[in-house]
Every structure is written in structure tokens, then in C-alpha cells.
Nanobody
Framework: QVQLVESGGGLMQAGDSLRLSCAASGLAFNYYIMGWFRQAPGKEREFVAAIPWGGGSIVFADFVEGRFFISRDDTKNTVYLQMNSLKPEETAVYYC???????????????????WGQGTPVTVSS
């Protein structure tokens, strides 16, 4: 059974940094594109970032503007999202996703994810 378990969310202040983690099990992690999405209250889930396996190009949403970094540790089956200079409008539940494929950009679509985590909430106060 595939499981993606996010952790690291919490209550932050504007300008803070936070690192989210997603531990995967039950899948051949080092052959999956891994990514992060977020869903703010009352809004649709949106793509944040994705990282392919094998050292390919990483993809970010435009709103990241160089503030976020995504990385993966295939020895730990874990993907990370480092978020810097957080803004109040980034308050959301952050979800980890996994998809078969080669190019990270293919995970930008919600429908391309094969597996989802349960999410970890991030609240950013002003």
C-alpha cells in the first residue's frame, strides 16, 4: 500500500522559513516524480513544485519567485519543500504527490498525480 506522509507544517509569521517533509512508502520512490501542491481555504488545489527522478529539471509555480526549494533524498524515500519568506496568503494545506513519468512538468496537473498524501497545514500570520 502506497503512503505519502507529510510533516513539518505549523503556525508561522510572515517572513519566516519552514521545511516540509514527505515520507513515501510502498512505491519505487526513485522512479517517481515527486511534488507539492497546496490548497488555501475556499480555493482550488494548486501546483507548487515538482522534482523528477534521475536529476532532471525541477519545476516551480510562478508565485514561488525563487523563495522555495524542493529536494529529494532517495535513500530516505523523502521529498522536502523549503519555503522562505512566507506570506500570509500562503496559508494552506500542503500536499505531497507522486507521479509516474520522466519530466517534472508533467506533475503540474492535478490529474497526473498517482498518489496523494493527507496534507499538512501551514498557517502564516501577518
Amino acid at each position: 500500500q502506497v503512503q505519502l506522509v507529510e510533516s513539518g507544517g505549523g503556525l508561522m509569521q510572515a517572513g519566516d522559513s519552514l521545511r516540509l517533509s514527505c515520507a513515501a512508502s510502498g512505491l519505487a520512490f526513485n522512479y517517481y516524480i515527486m511534488g507539492w501542491f497546496r490548497q488555501a481555504p475556499g480555493k482550488e488545489r494548486e501546483f507548487v513544485a515538482a522534482i523528477p527522478w534521475g536529476g532532471g529539471s525541477i519545476v516551480f509555480a510562478d508565485f514561488v519567485e525563487g523563495r522555495f526549494f524542493i529536494s529529494r533524498d532517495d535513500t530516505k524515500n523523502t521529498v522536502y519543500l523549503q519555503m522562505n519568506s512566507l506570506k500570509p496568503e500562503e496559508t494552506a494545506v500542503y500536499y505531497c504527490a507522486a507521479a509516474r513519468g520522466i519530466f517534472a512538468a508533467s506533475l503540474k496537473s492535478l490529474g497526473s498525480a498517482d498518489y496523494w498524501g493527507q496534507g499538512t497545514p501551514v498557517t502564516v500570520s501577518s
